[in-house]
């Protein structure tokens, strides 16, 4: 029963990840496109633009890995792993898991939060914007936060032998 609920949760979650990653691709894109209209049509570039399509690119570039690694889209390479028993594959599954949990702990979550921190405690302010960079680089911990969950999602599903829609989800 409880493994129902997170997994509603997850599913909620990851949805509102997916529209979340769309939505400011959109902005990108018409973020993009006004900047150069500005520049080579109107004569003078829009100041904010540059900044913006760079806070909106580490954006799309960390939660799109979370989306990438929420549908197993993201880069692996398992060739030899596949030539192995089925057994052996789960070990080294598990231990990839494991090994990508530590690592988003440590480096995403607790180095993120931590760049954050520091960043806002600093006060820097993008110019032309005049946003604090610290909330730039949220988008580090919260992608974090998302690859630990799908992992452990990844986990459970190895562990049971079932996926996610195996399991009601």
Same mark, same amino acid.
């Given at each position: 029963?409880?493994?129902?609920?997170?997994?509603?949760?997850?599913?909620?979650?990851?949805?509102?990840?997916?529209?979340?990653? =769309?939505?400011?691709? %959109? #902005?990108l894109?018409?973020?993009?496109?006004?900047g !150069?209209?500005?520049?080579? #049509?109107?004569?003078a570039?829009?100041?904010?633009? /540059?900044? &913006? %399509?760079?806070?909106?690119l580490?954006? @799309?570039? &960390? &939660?799109?890995?979370?989306?990438?690694?929420?549908?197993?889209?993201?880069?692996? !390479?398992?060739?030899?792993?596949?030539?192995?028993?089925? $057994? %052996?594959?789960?070990?080294?599954?598990?231990? #990839? &898991?494991?090994? =990508?949990?530590?690592?988003?702990?440590?480096? *995403? #979550?607790?180095?993120? *939060?931590?760049?954050?921190?520091?960043?806002? %405690?600093? $006060?820097?302010?993008?110019?032309?914007?005049?946003?604090? @960079?610290?909330?730039?680089?949220?988008? !580090?911990? =919260?992608?974090?936060?998302?690859?630990?969950?799908?992992? @452990? /999602?990844?986990? =459970? /599903?190895?562990?049971?032998?079932?996926?996610?829609? /195996?399991?009601?989800e």
């Open positions: 029963m409880m493994i129902r609920l997170l997994l509603k949760i997850k599913q909620g979650l990851s949805k509102l990840l997916d529209w979340t990653v =769309i939505f400011l691709v %959109a #902005v894109v018409l973020d993009v496109l006004w !150069v209209f500005s520049r080579y #049509v109107l004569g570039q829009s100041r904010w633009t /540059e900044e &913006l %399509a760079t806070i909106l580490i954006w @799309v570039s &960390l &939660l799109g890995a979370s989306v990438a690694f929420a549908s197993k889209a993201h880069l692996g !390479v398992d060739y030899f792993v596949g030539k192995l028993d089925p $057994g %052996a594959q789960k070990l080294i599954e598990s231990a #990839v &898991l494991t090994i =990508i949990i530590l690592f988003t702990a440590f480096a *995403f #979550v607790g180095g993120g *939060f931590t760049l954050v921190s520091k960043t806002l %405690a600093a $006060g820097q302010l993008l110019p032309a914007m005049g946003f604090k @960079v610290g909330y730039m680089y949220l988008a !580090v911990p =919260i992608s974090g936060l998302f690859i630990i969950l799908f992992s @452990v /999602e990844q986990f =459970i /599903e190895l562990a049971t032998g079932k996926t996610t829609a /195996e399991r009601g």
